[in-house]
C-alpha cells in the first residue's frame, strides 16, 4: 500500500482508496462487462493518459498575464503559455468529462462535517458506471495520486510503491528484465559458453 503522505489535502485521504480501488476494478476487468464496454475503457484509458500527460508538463505551463477580476465577476482573467502537447491534452480531457454532466450535492461525511459531491443524472446504468471511474480518476489526478497508476507489461493496471516501480509483481518485474539489453547481452555470453562446452564434449 503506497503511503497516504503523498496526498496533498488531508481531509481527501478518507476517499483516496475508495478511488484507487474504483479505478483499478474498472481497468483491470472486474465489473460485469454490460457495465464496462471496451469503447468505454478505452475513454477512460485516453483520459487517464491526457491527465498524466498534463501533469508531466505542468512545470512547462507558465503565466504570462494576469489580469484584475471583472467588477461582475469574482474571477480572475490569466494568460498562460505551455507546450501545444499541454494543449492537446487539455482539449482532451475537456472533450472527454463533457460526457459526465455531473451536479454538485450536498452531504456529511462521519464527523457530521459538510461535504459536497456530485451526482450523474439522466445517465443509464453502464454510463453511470463509466462516470464514476472518470470521477474517480479526475479524483485522484487533484490529490497528485494518479501519476502511481501505471500499466504493467502483462495488462494489469496497479498503483506503484516507488517510482522506478514498472511491474504488479516479481514474475512481471523479472519478464520486464529478460526484455532489456543488458539482460540480452547477458544471455547470448551464456549461450556462447553452454554451445562452446557442447562441442568440446565436456557437457552431456
Known sequence: MMPKKRVLYRRQTLYVE??????????????????????????????????????????????????PPDPTSWFTRITVQMPSEASDSIRIIQRLIARYPSPPILGW???????????????????????EAALAVMSLAEVNELTWLRQCLCGNWFF????????CSPSCRHKLYEQTEKFKAKRRRYMKRYYRLQRSSKVK
Open 18 to 67: 475508495n478511488w484507487r480501488e474504483n479505478i483499478l476494478g474498472w481497468l483491470n476487468g472486474k465489473l460485469p462487462t454490460r457495465y464496462c464496454s471496451k469503447p468505454a475503457r478505452r475513454r477512460i484509458e485516453q483520459l487517464i493518459a491526457a491527465l498524466q500527460g498534463l501533469i508531466r508538463l505542468r512545470h512547462h505551463i507558465k503565466t504570462i498575464k494576469r489580469e
Open 160 to 167: 506503484a510503491c516507488r517510482k522506478t516501480q514498472r511491474s
Open 109 to 131: 461525511d462521519k464527523e457530521q462535517n459538510l461535504t459536497f459531491g456530485s451526482v450523474f443524472t439522466h445517465l443509464k446504468r453502464a454510463e453511470e458506471e463509466e462516470a
